[in-house]
């Protein structure tokens, strides 16, 4: 039986910031601008890798350069696309590059409360190294962010 067609992993286009603005949208409490996102597919010290298929972005991940460390600085898939792999595959492309830059660390926040989020990144290798508390806005008050790394 033929395998089931990934969508590809490449780096993102200055075309690719209205999508990955809209998509985020769909998440984040204070989401990302075109403008920030736009910094991210210059490809210098940010990098953002997108994920499309049949025309449509399924995911992205962008991360940036501090030093000799990579800061992991979001990752998001689409609903409709979640559980399925793509935010792993995302991720691993991410911090291959990264090793292949030269970095030696991986370092993100993440909210406490995002399950799914953590999974990802425990499940690649990321541990937690303290607590930013209340770090976030919510809807209710704040929240902490945990401080999460892991080696290339
Ligand atoms: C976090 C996110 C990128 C994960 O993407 P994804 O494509 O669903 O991830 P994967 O399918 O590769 O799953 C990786 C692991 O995450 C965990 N996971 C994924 N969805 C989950 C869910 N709904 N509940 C609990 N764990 C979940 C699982 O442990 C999974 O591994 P497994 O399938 O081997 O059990 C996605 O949920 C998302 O876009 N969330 C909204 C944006 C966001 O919060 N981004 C993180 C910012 S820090």
């Not at 403008?35 to 298929?53: G, M, P």
Request: aromatic content about 6%.
């Amino acid at each position: 039986m033929p395998e089931a067609r990934l969508p590809a992993i490449c780096p993102a286009t200055l075309d690719d910031g209205p999508a990955m603005a809209a998509l985020d949208a769909q998440f984040a409490l204070n989401p990302w601008t075109t403008t920030n996102l736009a910094r991210y597919c210059e490809h210098d010290r940010f990098h953002a890798l997108v994920s499309r298929q049949d025309g449509e972005l399924r995911g992205f991940l962008l991360y940036s350069r501090l030093v000799d460390e990579a800061s992991l600085d979001n990752v998001v898939v689409g609903r409709e696309h979640q559980g399925l792999g793509l935010g792993s595959r995302l991720l691993l492309a991410a911090l291959s590059r990264m090793a292949a830059e030269g970095l030696s660390r991986c370092v993100l926040e993440v909210r406490e409360s995002n399950l799914s989020a953590k999974m990802l990144y425990q499940k690649n290798g990321f541990t937690v190294d303290g607590v930013r508390q209340g770090y976030y806005v919510t809807e209710k008050g704040r929240e902490n962010a945990l401080l999460m790394s892991r080696r290339l």
